[in-house]
């Protein structure tokens, strides 16, 4: 497991450099998921394929980008991962990350076995989750990550970041976000889910909604490569990862590319959730 946040901390350097000196611009592809792709997509996907085919306890990776896993003969983990979270930002110059899942005998919630993720912004930070969460602050001057401190969500937070189109909620969803801003909640969401729930996670709670919409009642964020992994670390750090039911990380896969509605936030902001969405879809 070290190699592997060695590795993908040397890959996030990289990347880190692709995001300040690469061309912004789209390519003609698109992904797996139908998504357009940028090139800095393309450029992240192969820095991290990279470091994570020469590990020697990585077995496979599969990412955002690919169709399907790439397969070693040796190895214990799975690694699954967006190499460029929120890429549309970029040509905006707001914050984008990386997310990885590190899984152990298959891609479902319970196999995973830590999770990763690195917030490119004003500073690149690193969140690592394994039995506890730890914040890591890249040096430029030394090319090191170095540990800041460890993370942990109180019970209720302040803050709220709603996502998904706002015409299509489902009208239950609508209440619960209305009464929440009544309550005093402020709204903070950038369109990243990275930098997003890093703020909510550093300020100790609040909520992340990406809920299902009647055009897409199975939400927008993947599994793999988004949901378990923020799921993995929200939960590790005190609070909760819910898709309106259940515990995220109860979830199966059924293949690479599925998706979920989520909620990730502290224990108040998520008995809210649960409460709205008793009996309802
Ligand atoms: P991406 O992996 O294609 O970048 O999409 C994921 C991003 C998340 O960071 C963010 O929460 C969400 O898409 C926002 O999407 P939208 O603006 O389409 O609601
Ligand atoms: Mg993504």
Not at 37 to 49: A, F, G, R
């Amino acid at each position: 497991m070290t190699e592997i946040i060695e590795n993908i901390k040397r890959a996030a350097i990289e990347i880190s450099e692709a995001i300040k000196t690469q061309d912004t611009g789209k390519v003609e592809t698109q992904n797996s998921s139908g998504d357009i792709q940028v090139k800095l997509d393309v450029i992240s996907d192969t820095i991290v394929e990279k470091y994570m085919l020469n590990t020697s306890s990585v077995k496979e990776i599969i990412s955002e980008e690919k169709e399907s896993p790439v397969t070693k003969e040796r190895g214990k983990y799975m690694v699954a991962y967006d190499p460029l979270d929120g890429s549309s930002l970029i040509d905006v110059d707001l914050s984008v990350g990386s997310i990885f899942g590190i899984y152990e005998n298959g891609y479902n919630g319970e196999n995973i076995k830590a999770a990763i993720y690195v917030v490119y912004g004003p500073r690149v930070e690193m969140v690592v989750a394994r039995d506890v969460v730890e914040l890591f602050r890249l040096n430029e001057k030394r090319g090191e990550f170095e540990f800041i401190k460890e993370l942990k969500l109180q019970n209720k937070g302040k803050i709220l970041g709603p996502g998904g189109t706002q015409k299509h909620w489902y009208p239950y969803h609508k209440e619960m976000i209305d009464s929440l801003f009544q309550e005093g909640y402020r709204l903070r969401y950038s369109g990243g889910m990275v930098p997003d729930l890093h703020q909510i996670l550093l300020k100790e709670g609040g909520l992340f909604a990406y809920p299902g919409t009647t055009d897409k009642p199975k939400g927008k964020l993947r599994k793999l490569f988004e949901v378990f992994p923020f799921a993995y670390v929200y939960k590790k750090a005190g609070g909760y990862a819910v898709d309106g039911h259940k515990d995220l990380l109860s979830l199966k896969a059924e293949h690479y590319h599925d998706t979920t509605p989520c909620f990730f936030g502290s224990e108040y902001e998520i008995n809210r959730v649960l409460e709205t969405y008793k009996g309802k879809k």
